[in-house]
């Protein structure tokens, strides 16, 4: 039993974790607006009435479903220099995280547009708005408020997947323990203080999540 | 691309046997971790619950990659040393293990009053009302998002091979910094873990669900 933990490393190992805290939290942000947005055109681009790319496009995102995101990841930083793009790890991070998890927050936009009453479609069909039109002021602003309740898991989701950036070499948290081990040979620090960092930002960001959600619901009367 | 697989189909198809290994024994740890602490949670004794509230918090609140760094570089601190293949799949068992503690505790608790007081009425035990009434329901209720479950394990498996066991990704890996051939490297072991999701591990929960609902005269 050789458990030593040092005090006065550990305090001096943690203002370059919370300066790497501010990455991870930068790409988890910038990675959730990506599948916001992302996320969205696929759940409108699955309700397209072409039958074939409707199906090819389901495909696509079940195979981005079930294969591991860390695979994604290397196949976008490695495969972009073959064919002649060459993405910075910070891209080709931000781009991984934010298509695997518009996979997800499709289906949850998918479930929002489809709870909107058929008698709303019926009701844009009577006064002949077109459908570029129906979507963007009748049935979206209702669909969006009631895709929200199930948004705020995936934003912790991405946050804790963030550490996955670290094998492409993005500076985030998981990185900074690493390079803190292999130049000082000491482990238990930066990693036990890697863990205590995210329990301490998703133990309460799971807390607000499920307090601001139970507030959507209850002013959506749901 | 075909003498790519020639050249290197073998080694792949290695690693997708350990990728395989991982899983089983990962998910034979999940279940275990995730009946344990889901009772655990429901227990009127606080100690236990109050345990098995820490466990879930602790390695649902992480990172998969955390956990499974800390299990293999820390513990060894505290004199516990386990090998990269153990290491491996014990941290994707228990961390998936505590999400499915919480869909435990959530299908038991959304078995019917009626079948608990009927459990009463009949004078059975606690232990033999929840292994012969209560759980085999809760099964049944939980088996469809544990399908999920079982899929965000594969892919939680992924992660043993930057812990050096050699599953499909390591494989993967080696390749590519061997060859350059990234795409087809990285590209077939994303197929071939498409491939254990779509066509062994669905139908193999799909056919679970089917059997069960059966067995309870559901079907």
Not at chain 1, 6 to 30: Q, S
Request: glycine share 8%; charged share 15%; aromatic share 12%.
């Amino acid at each position: 039993m050789n458990f030593d933990w040092r005090w006065a490393f550990a305090l001096e190992i943690l203002p370059r974790l919370l300066r790497a805290t501010v990455n991870t939290l930068l790409a988890a942000g910038i990675g959730y607006a990506i599948a916001m947005v992302l996320g969205l055109v696929f759940a409108l681009a699955l309700r397209s009435p072409w039958r074939l790319p409707r199906f090819i496009l389901r495909e696509i995102l079940e195979f981005i479903r079930s294969t591991p995101l860390v695979v994604q990841i290397f196949f976008i930083f490695y495969v972009g220099p073959q064919v002649g793009i060459t993405l910075s790890p910070w891209v080709a991070g931000m781009i991984a995280i934010g298509l695997h998890y518009s996979a997800y927050v499709a289906e949850v936009y998918r479930a929002g547009i489809e709870a909107v009453p058929r008698g709303q479609w019926e009701a844009c069909r009577a006064l002949n708005l077109t459908t570029r039109d129906s979507y963007v002021r009748i049935v979206l602003p209702q669909a969006l408020p009631h895709a929200m309740p199930g948004m705020g898991n995936y934003l912790i989701g991405i946050f804790k997947d963030t550490p996955m950036l670290s094998v492409i070499g993005v500076t985030e948290l998981m990185q900074a323990a690493n390079a803190i081990g292999s130049e000082t040979y000491r482990f238990i620090e930066p990693y036990t203080l890697v863990g205590v960092i995210f329990l301490a930002l998703s133990l309460p960001t799971a807390g607000l999540v499920r307090l601001g959600e139970r507030r959507l619901r209850r002013k959506l009367g749901l | 691309m075909w003498e790519f697989l020639q050249t290197y189909g073998p080694r792949l198809l290695d690693g997708a046997l350990v990728t395989c290994a991982q899983f089983v024994l990962a998910a034979l740890v999940a279940c275990f971790a995730a009946l344990v602490a889901g009772l655990g949670r429901l227990s009127d004794f606080w100690p236990v619950r109050s345990l098995s509230i820490v466990y879930i918090e602790l390695f649902r609140g992480t990172s998969l990659l955390v956990q499974l760094y800390w299990i293999f570089f820390v513990l060894p601190l505290f004199g516990i040393s386990l090998p990269k293949f153990e290491a491996g799949f014990l941290s994707v068992g228990l961390n998936v293990g505590a999400y499915g503690a919480e869909l435990v505790r959530g299908a038991i608790q959304a078995v019917p009053r009626g079948q608990w007081e009927a459990g009463y009425a009949l004078s059975l035990s606690p232990a033999k009302r929840m292994r012969r009434i209560i759980l085999p329901q809760a099964l049944v209720l939980m088996l469809p998002p544990w399908g999920n479950l079982m899929i965000e394990l594969l892919k939680g498996t992924a992660l043993v091979a930057l812990i050096a066991v050699p599953d499909l990704m390591f494989v993967a890996k080696q390749i590519n910094g061997a060859t350059f051939r990234s795409a087809e490297a990285f590209g077939a072991a994303l197929l071939i873990y498409y491939m254990l999701a779509r066509f062994l591990i669905t139908p193999a929960m799909r056919g679970l669900e089917r059997v069960m609902a059966r067995r309870l005269g559901r079907a």
